[in-house]
């Protein structure tokens, strides 16, 4: 581990468009020369930060970045989410977008500023990382370095976690990632389960025609069949419609496909392009030609790889023998349009450690572990 770096070292909250943007662009200085770092859309980035983001209606946060010499060094947030207060009463607030260069005193300034801000909003426990909260990116990575992570998940520097542990962090949780073959062969046990349901089940893609009513119904599957997972936030309506919409750009109504059971929703599914893939070389700018080249990607030469990053299906049916039926069939159902738009390997993640039910089912689907990510806590002193 290094040791402290030289040069003066200052932090500052993020209070305006230059912290902001300074905070946004600390990982071009952290992982530059880093073959498996993926640049992030900055214009994404800034506006997932934007006050008029639905999850700001319910999560307070507080973003710092560290400056060595003026020139920023690292950086992280910290968190304070209404809805899980509600739900669990614990004084457990977060941090996240935590980045720095392997240097002792800035990670030290860094959860210095974040936890006393957690602290002095009566945070006794600092959980993470968080960005922003459990239904966006989770987990610090702690295995699969040497590939580049699929869209919308983490990627760190290997002394990340020791830097975090020094500072009194221990692991809540870990979760995964699972690499599947969209060529998979579907194994006896899936034809016995699908013939089981055939006569009570329809699976359909989402209708756009009623957009915001079918994303409210996914909204509602969702919160359920993750209501009794670890740590689970619930989605309002507003941010799940915000989400939605912005995927529904990217994919076709098809990457979405609804289970009915005797006329009720009871699962879903989505299949999301790894647009890291084809954004990897724009250096996290849409202008002046970024736009150009994304969507002449996206139309003629699609991504070879995607993710599921939304499933579920409903409690009522976790420990009946649908359950396990309900979820092999809608992910069945994503194999055509993903294969006819050229998906070859799908990532599913994230998957919890104790989530022994959707293991089985990824290891009756052929799946391996391809990534670790660890979510830590502290109690605050």
């Not at 993926?38 to 214009?43: D, Q």
């Amino acid at each position: 581990m290094a040791s402290s770096g030289s040069g003066s070292l200052t932090l500052s909250p993020v209070t305006d468009k230059q912290t902001l943007n300074d905070f946004v662009n600390v990982p071009w200085t952290v992982f530059a020369g880093d073959p498996s770092w993926v640049p992030p859309l900055k214009m994404e980035r800034k506006d997932a930060l934007a006050p008029k983001h639905p999850v700001f209606k319910h999560l307070q946060w507080q973003g710092f970045v560290a400056y060595r010499d003026g020139k920023p060094v690292g950086r992280i947030s910290a968190q304070v989410d209404r809805l899980h207060l509600e739900r669990y009463q614990d004084a457990t607030g977060f941090f996240g977008f935590l980045d720095a260069l392997d240097d002792e005193a800035v990670f030290d300034a860094l959860f210095e500023h974040a936890e006393q801000w957690l602290r002095d909003r009566g945070m006794r426990r600092a959980r993470g990382p968080f960005s922003l909260n459990i239904n966006q990116e989770v987990g610090l990575l702690v295995e699969g370095f040497e590939t580049r992570p699929y869209f919308m998940m983490g990627h760190a520097r290997p002394y990340y976690g020791a830097h975090v542990e020094r500072q009194g962090y221990a692991k809540a949780v870990d979760v995964f990632a699972y690499l599947i073959s969209s060529h998979f062969q579907p194994p006896p046990v899936m034809a016995a389960l699908f013939e089981r349901l055939k006569r009570r089940v329809i699976i359909r893609p989402l209708d756009t025609k009623r957009k915001d009513a079918e994303l409210d119904t996914v909204c509602d599957i969702f919160n359920d069949a993750w209501a009794d997972n670890w740590g689970f936030v619930p989605f309002t309506h507003d941010e799940f419609r915000t989400i939605g919409h912005e995927m529904l750009m990217l994919i076709p109504p098809n990457f979405i496909q609804i289970a009915e059971m005797d006329g009720e929703a009871v699962a879903f599914i989505v299949l999301l392009p790894n647009i890291n893939e084809v954004i990897a070389d724009l250096n996290g700018e849409l202008f002046p030609f970024g736009w150009a080249k994304l969507i002449k990607r996206l139309k003629f030469g699609y991504p070879h790889t995607a993710r599921i990053p939304l499933m579920g299906v409903r409690r009522k049916l976790h420990h009946t023998r649908f359950g396990p039926g309900l979820a092999l069939s809608v992910v069945e159902a994503l194999r055509e349009p993903g294969k006819s738009k050229g998906v070859k390997e799908v990532e599913m993640s994230w998957i919890l450690e104790s989530n022994d039910a959707m293991k089985n089912i990824i290891d009756i689907l052929g799946g391996r572990q391809s990534k670790r990510y660890r979510i830590y806590e502290k109690a605050l002193g």
